[in-house]
């Protein structure tokens, strides 16, 4: 997740329609069978959390199938108290393969997590960051209640972000919660990377129907648009790993006093936990499409390959 504010964004640049074909799908009870879990204490943005393994998330009921809806839940540890100089247990997953320019991926989110203290987000970076990029489709922090966008290239400009506000007050917190969700498309295209996001009421036929391809020309405007024309996409951007999160308080700690009150760490962190039953992700699906024809698909060997033969561009 990127932290640095900075950059112009377009968030209504015209997009060029492109037909897309599934080659991958996480759902239902095999939904984590293809995921890394992190396994360490926040040592990425400094969050007051420990991610755990997957034996300890499923030992924990903290990343689950939930057999009654066949949604993925990933979620904060709201049952346990927190001590002192202890963090709470969270979760970090991300997939094993990974997708190259010409990919778009849909994920279908029912509810996301929200609060003081808390930072979510699903996005994606390559297997070498920050030299091969990274995308932030969906970022909420404490009580807000609009996603952040990040599109962000070392290579292009050192890593700081080019953020997009969403003016949907139902894409982050309580709004997007009341609204059952909603599904955000990223597209990663050697055009641009655009960022849509459809509320559930105004999720397009062609992601309802569960189709196996994806024509992006009926979807409207992106929210978010990032034209080849400011920055070589192909160049700059190497295979994506995709990735949700949960981390609390954090390096994004800036945002704080402006939407909540106290000591984070002290305050909310510390306890009983019962402040975290709102922070949890609830995903029917992440689905990943590759431009027709072609499949962007990088196994995690691949991937290493890739950035051996020197596939980007280094700072020295």
């Known amino acids: 997740m990127a932290t640095?504010?900075?950059?112009?964004?377009f968030s209504v640049a015209p997009v060029t329609a492109t037909t897309y074909s599934m080659v991958k799908e996480y759902y239902g009870s095999s939904f984590f069978n293809e995921w890394t879990f992190y396994n360490n204490y926040d040592n990425l943005t400094n969050g007051d959390v420990t991610y755990v393994s997957a034996q300890g998330a499923t030992a924990d009921q903290l990343a689950y199938v939930d057999t009654s809806t066949n949604h993925a839940i990933?979620?904060?540890?709201?049952?346990?108290?927190?001590?002192?100089?202890n963090k709470r247990n969270s979760v970090r997953i991300a997939s094993?393969?990974?997708f190259a320019v010409g990919s778009l991926w849909v994920a279908d989110i029912y509810h996301a997590p929200y609060g003081c203290s808390v930072w979510p987000a699903w996005w994606s970076q390559a297997a070498i960051w920050p030299q091969g990029g990274e995308i932030d489709t969906f970022e909420g922090i404490n009580t807000n209640t609009q996603n952040q966008i990040t599109n962000c290239s070392y290579a292009a400009n050192e890593d700081q972000g080019c953020i997009v506000t969403d003016p949907s007050t139902a894409s982050y917190g309580a709004g997007f919660a009341s609204s059952g969700g909603g599904a955000f498309v990223t597209e990663m295209a050697s055009t641009g990377i655009s960022i849509w996001f459809f509320s559930r009421s105004q999720i397009p036929s062609s992601l309802s129907?569960?189709?196996?391809?994806i024509?992006?020309?009926t979807f409207g405007i992106p929210v978010a648009n990032w034209p080849s024309t400011g920055c070589n996409i192909a160049q700059y951007f190497q295979p994506q790993n995709l990735i949700f999160d949960i981390t609390l308080c954090g390096a994004d700690g800036a945002t704080w006093n402006s939407t909540c009150s106290g000591i984070c760490y002290d305050n909310w962190v510390m306890g009983n936990g019962t402040d975290y039953n709102d922070?949890?992700?609830?995903v029917g699906y992440v689905r990943v499409f590759s431009t027709e024809g072609t499949n962007t698909v990088v196994s995690p060997t691949a991937a290493c390959f890739w950035f051996l033969l020197g596939d980007f561009i280094s700072i020295e």
């Open 4 to 9: 640095a504010l900075a950059c112009v964004a």
């Open 74 to 85: 990933i979620k904060v540890d709201n049952t346990s108290t927190v001590v002192y100089d």
């Open 96 to 98: 094993n393969d990974s």
């Open 209 to 213: 129907n569960n189709g196996s391809t």
């Open 215 to 217: 024509d992006t020309s």
């Open 279 to 282: 922070a949890y992700f609830e």
